[in-house]
């Protein structure tokens, strides 16, 4: 065979290859194509931890969009009453993706290995889509941080969902016994704690921190210090953080849950006054505060907030349909009139700006949180969905329940530092 012969023939493979390659592409994206309507009958299912007023909401809103869009069914499958079952049961179906769901609530972390599978479907085809959509992320009126922190690798995954901060708890009685102001910074709240247990003769503690994980990624945030495995345990930064706290437990100005688990439970004894939680704690605190005592509500007293609570994602084994209809669900879900019936029903945050700021919910009578939470969501702060981040996380936890309960007994922590560290180096290698 000649040297023309061979060209024509390489040439020749050269244009089926492409033209095979050019249909398969074509086929792919049909395949991927954003359906604009739900033309046929179509059933989605969405796996939720959810409990009393707030399943009872979910499933009232559910009816309410099945009215409206009668074509669409959604099958509600609670997984538990607790988050961890939720989570549970999502990692063990991830080994066989076909028995996923076709959404469900999640933290992004424990979704970084289906994202990595490409086990979740990107979901801003579909936010950007002029149809179906809002045409862009602006437009949806969905708060840039929360749509950020339900991104993995940049890709857009989640929708936001049940979202909370953190705010500072204070029983008004108290402090005013006391004559003690709402403290506004970090260092007014040790003022204020220092002052509280002096004036009470050591039988009221100041203070305590919810989740000591947070306490610790924020205080950090707040030196401008990201979470991630950069971070040493033991460096000047990390130890002016944790000492700031493990100082204020040697001294009994400051208070850790301890085997009552929650701050709720000290703060409604009078046994603290004040407590820095999830704005989810007022639904414990309104019913449950000693009785003659007035509770109040203030911004968390540091630069950065939490943003918490879960998103919706989307799972890849849904049909075109499915995943249309699924979107509907969780636009009609995050829209503003939904939202703000959710807020009120349920305490979570509304992920809408214009709901979060609006003078009405801001005057609420139902809860004190709406007066204060567009103030302390400024600035958002979340999880990086970072590779073993959540194991860092938990771990952060466990380190600071080491090192507070050596401040409690009025030993040295120095070593519990050192030890901490190669335990959180070894969280983020694990």
């Known amino acids: ?123 801003k085809p579909y936010i950007t889509n002029k149809k179906i959509g809002w045409s862009s992320y602006q437009n949806s009126d969905i708060k840039s941080a929360l749509w950020d922190g339900a991104k993995i690798n940049t890709t857009q995954y989640g929708v936001p969902f049940n979202k909370s901060v953190e705010v500072l708890f204070y029983n008004k009685t108290l402090l005013d016994k006391y004559h003690v102001q709402v403290p506004t910074t970090m260092a007014e709240l040790k003022k204020a704690s220092e002052e509280i247990y002096q004036k009470s003769n050591h039988k009221v503690k100041g203070v305590g921190f919810d989740s000591l994980n947070n306490y610790y990624m924020l205080a950090m945030k707040d030196k401008g210090i990201d979470f991630n495995s950069k971070i040493k345990f033991d460096s000047k930064e990390s130890k002016a953080v944790i000492n700031y706290y493990a100082e204020g437990v040697k001294a009994g100005y400051f208070m850790t849950a301890g085997t009552e688990k929650y701050m709720s439970t000290p703060f409604n004894a009078g046994k603290v006054a004040m407590f820095i939680g999830s704005t989810a704690n007022e639904a414990y605190v309104k019913p449950g505060l000693a009785k003659g005592n007035e509770y109040g509500i203030a911004a968390r007293p540091s630069n950065y907030n939490v943003q918490q609570g879960t998103d919706i994602y989307m799972f890849s084994h849904a049909s075109k349909l499915q995943r249309t209809a699924a979107f509907l669900y969780l636009k009609y879900l995050t829209s503003k009139s939904v939202q703000r019936i959710w807020a009120d029903s349920t305490g979570y945050m509304p992920v809408n700006s214009s709901v979060l700021t609006s003078a009405s919910y801001e005057a609420s009578t139902q809860s004190k949180v709406p007066k204060i939470l567009a103030k302390t969501s400024k600035k958002l702060y979340y999880l990086p969905v970072l590779k073993n981040s959540e194991s860092a996380y938990d771990q952060v936890n466990a380190n600071m329940q080491t090192i507070l309960a050596s401040a409690e007994k009025g030993k040295s922590w120095t070593n519990d530092i050192k030890t901490a560290q190669s335990k959180f180096a070894n969280a983020w290698k694990q």
């Open 1 to 123: 065979m000649n040297f023309k012969h061979k060209f024509a023939l390489a040439v020749l493979a050269s244009t089926l290859l492409l033209t095979t390659a050019c249909s398969n592409n074509k086929s792919a994206s049909t395949s991927n194509a954003v359906a604009t309507k739900v033309s046929k009958k179509t059933t989605i299912t969405f796996w939720y931890s959810l409990t009393g007023k707030s399943k009872a909401t979910l499933e009232k809103l559910t009816k309410d969009f099945e009215k409206k869009n009668p074509n669409i069914t959604v099958k509600l499958q609670s997984q538990g009453g607790n988050l961890g079952d939720l989570q549970s049961k999502l990692v063990s179906s991830l080994q066989s993706p076909k028995n996923l769901p076709t959404i469900s609530q999640a933290y992004p972390g424990w979704l970084y290995s289906a994202a990595k599978n490409k086990l979740l479907v990107d979901l």
